[in-house]
């Protein structure tokens, strides 16, 4: 059984981690002078890429049975099929939210694509049959209504060039983000070891993505240095320590739970978009986005279930 204390440690350094994914893909954009979905999708393909080379590199040489897999009975092939899944919708995040960043505001993509709480308690019924109470429901409630009013306050706000699809994107960003941690959470659960289900996930995601920008005449090529500096900054930060953590988390913590961890992202990002950008939300946008994070809270703590 793993301590609390260090379940909550990893969450910490996870949610500083993923806090600093949007200001890496904005100064991206900035460096690279490119605001198009041929280059969300480059810079997505391309995170992850590098994040799974990083992978493949480091475990090649540890193929072999883990400790705690050869106690327990190992289910590989189902393992293996919840992985793939996982990263099949990690590649559908990125491509959506990424691109969503062009669209929008970081605080609304941000706001919008951690709504993961609401996802998951629906899937969560559908799937493992967990009926939501009352109270959940009403947060969910809570927080479409918060939803509405943030896609109405960016659209009118000069943050964006085009705030309504850059906030439908990040819903959709929030859905394949859901599925990933439920699949990812089956995977261990199944006994694939964090390292392998990671490694698996990430090379999977980055092989669907790869092809992608070829399709919209996009490249990986002739871009300034420090667009792929910050791309390298993305594989390493957000993505291999920020996702790992919370994939790891998922072993101990109902998704829920971890997904709930993770609100406060938008906080640190849009403090980051202040200090960095000068990028300052609408009165009407931050009130939204606290609408939206205590609607979330409320459909938490009328879960029934906690891990």
């Not at 850059?166 to 990933?180: F, H, Q, V």
């Amino acid at each position: 059984m793993v301590s609390t204390w260090k379940v909550a440690l990893v969450l910490t350094i996870g949610v500083f981690a993923v806090s600093t994914s949007a200001i890496f893909i904005r100064l991206a954009f900035e460096s690279a002078g490119v605001y198009n979905v041929g280059f969300s999708l480059v810079i997505a393909a391309s995170r992850l890429s590098l994040a799974s080379l990083i992978l493949l590199l480091t475990t090649s040489f540890t193929l072999g049975k883990a400790p705690q897999e050869s106690q327990q009975h190992v289910n590989y092939n189902t393992a293996a099929r919840y992985a793939v899944g996982a990263g099949f919708f990690l590649a559908l995040h990125f491509a959506a939210w990424i691109t969503s960043l062009t669209y929008t505001s970081i605080a609304a993509s941000t706001t919008l694509v951690t709504t993961n709480p609401i996802w998951v308690t629906f899937i969560s019924w559908f799937w493992f049959k967990e009926k939501p109470s009352l109270l959940t429901l009403f947060g969910i409630g809570v927080a479409f209504a918060g939803g509405i009013t943030i896609s109405l306050s960016s659209s009118s706000a000069n943050t964006g060039s085009q705030p309504l699809i850059g906030n439908i994107l990040a819903i959709m960003a929030a859905w394949a983000a859901s599925l990933y941690l439920l699949l990812g959470r089956e995977s261990q659960r199944q006994g694939l070891s964090i390292s392998k289900y990671i490694t698996v996930a990430y090379t999977t995601s980055a092989l669907v993505l790869l092809p992608v920008p070829f399709l919209v005449g996009a490249s990986y090529i002739n871009y300034p240095s420090q667009v792929y500096f910050y791309i390298a900054l993305m594989a390493l930060i957000p993505q291999l320590v920020g996702h790992t953590s919370f994939n790891w988390a998922t072993r101990s913590l109902s998704p829920v739970i971890v997904t709930l961890v993770l609100l406060f992202e938008p906080i640190g990002a849009s403090l980051l978009g202040y200090l960095i950008f000068k990028e300052v939300p609408r009165p009407l946008e931050l009130v939204s986005a606290v609408v939206i994070l205590v609607g979330v809270a409320f459909a938490i703590l009328g879960t029934r279930r906690v891990a």
